[in-house]
């Protein structure tokens, strides 16, 4: 059928920018900066209004940084702004429990102490990192940020184009979706995803705490799903919290002071007292990856090309290590002269990443099955697992310098070196 929007955006000829990324999340502004270093010049089309984007109030949210994003974030010169607001992971623990049971002994230790390069990690506040890519974005003449408008047509045929809600029509080299894990731009790209879903949602809240948490980061494997406590500046700490759909669902409706009531049997009293410290949030968990992730003039980042469980905290870290890949192949395509939208070009990008993806997806899965349970035989080989890794020092650095994003085939700006 004749699509007029369509035929409109197929005669296009003239670009906007070399680059046009559809999400103003965090990957996509990340995107553009790191291009910009290349001298490829990005639009950035956000679906939220600045106003909400910039928000300096603390509303709970917060990311788990490995070391190598941290690196990354220093050769976009945004790191030397952040660093202040970020509290280092020094330890990471984790073990079995039960509700009302408390944590049983550790049963995997990691200790930062142990990395010459340092912690393995930060905790950001969402507050922070967004308010810094909007600032970054302002002041990169390369960079336009659009704000509060959404795409609602695309076409790749001769050049990449979108029509945007309110008729307007831009035109670029390639077109990039950044846009979650129900990615419009990759939906109309004709791009299917693979995964299924875990029967939990995760919990999200940040807490105060009567003592300090000493830079240490949590993880209790319950059987409905696994807690994280991960430790932010002062006496708070970020909560993720797997429960299954139903359960999840009534502590969402519950009140602040009943939604505490179940939270502490599991939290336990190892920091004292604890009470709520900003908004509460959940989203239902699943697995979804993108069954490719470039197609003609076009390439997924982040939560588009694939989400995972957020049991090892990879989620936006695997996204940064998407940006990264993609950045390098499109500045060095740019300084040998060719299209950075070309087929060859962009296969480079997706073979780069898919293995790690996968490799990363199945860990999640394998983990999230093996600990969401209260089967004792399976109790048992996860924890003599589990231990004998803690117990091997050569195993143990192994996981931590993973945990850290150093392993792996590292793009520059995750190793800290600018494009």
Not at 196 to 216: F, K, M, N, R, S
Not at 306 to 317: D, F, S
Not at 329 to 344: N, Q, S
Not at 365 to 392: E, H, K, T, Y
Request: net charge negative; charged share 20%; glycine share 12%.
């Amino acid at each position: 059928m004749d699509n007029p929007g369509l035929r409109t955006i197929v005669s296009c000829m003239s670009h906007d920018a070399d680059i046009l990324i559809v999400g103003g999340g965090l990957n996509g502004p990340c995107l553009a900066l790191a291009c910009a270093q290349a001298g490829l010049s990005s639009i950035v089309i956000d679906a939220l209004p600045e106003d909400v984007r910039s928000g300096d109030g603390f509303d709970g949210r917060s990311y788990a940084l490995a070391l190598a994003s941290v690196r990354m974030l220093g050769a976009l010169g945004l790191w030397a702004g952040l660093k202040d607001h970020a509290q280092p992971i020094l330890q990471i623990k984790a073990s079995d429990g039960r509700a009302g049971e408390g944590a049983a002994p550790f049963f995997l230790h990691f200790d930062s102490a142990e990395l010459e390069e340092g912690p393995m990690g930060h905790m950001l506040e969402d507050r922070h990192l967004r308010r810094a890519l909007l600032d970054a974005m302002a002041t990169e003449p390369l960079v336009t940020h659009r704000p509060g408008i959404t795409v609602v047509a695309q076409s790749t045929e001769g050049a990449a184009c979108v029509t945007l809600d309110g008729g307007e029509v831009l035109t670029c080299r390639l077109l990039v979706g950044a846009d979650g894990r129900r990615s419009g731009t990759a939906l109309r790209a004709g791009i299917k995803r693979t995964g299924w879903d875990y029967g939990q949602t995760a919990l999200v809240c940040a807490i105060a705490h009567e003592h300090p948490h000493d830079g240490i980061a949590h993880q209790f494997f319950m059987p409905p799903g696994p807690l994280a406590i991960l430790p932010l500046p002062g006496n708070r700490s970020s909560i993720v919290w797997s429960e299954t759909h139903v359960d999840a669902r009534r502590l969402m409706e519950a009140g602040d002071a009943e939604f505490l009531a179940h939270l502490r049997p599991r939290f336990g009293e190892f920091l004292g007292e604890i009470t709520l410290a900003g908004q509460r949030y959940s989203y239902p968990l699943n697995l979804t990856i993108a069954n490719a992730f470039v197609a003609t003039r076009l390439a997924l980042v982040g939560d588009a090309a694939h989400g995972v469980h957020p049991i090892a905290g990879q989620g936006l870290n695997l996204g940064l290590r998407d940006v990264g890949a993609l950045a390098e192949v499109l500045a060095d395509a740019t300084r040998r002269g060719e299209d950075i939208a070309a087929a060859d070009v962009l296969a480079r990008y997706q073979s780069w990443r898919r293995f790690d993806t996968a490799a990363l997806a199945m860990a999640t899965d394998g983990v999230n099955r093996l600990f969401s349970n209260d089967n004792p035989a399976l109790r048992l080989i996860r924890d003599i697992g589990m231990g004998a890794i803690s117990a091997v020092p050569a195993l143990r650095r192994g996981f931590m310098r993973q945990a850290a994003g150093l392993t792996g085939d590292l793009p520059r700006l995750l190793q800290g070196r600018a494009l």
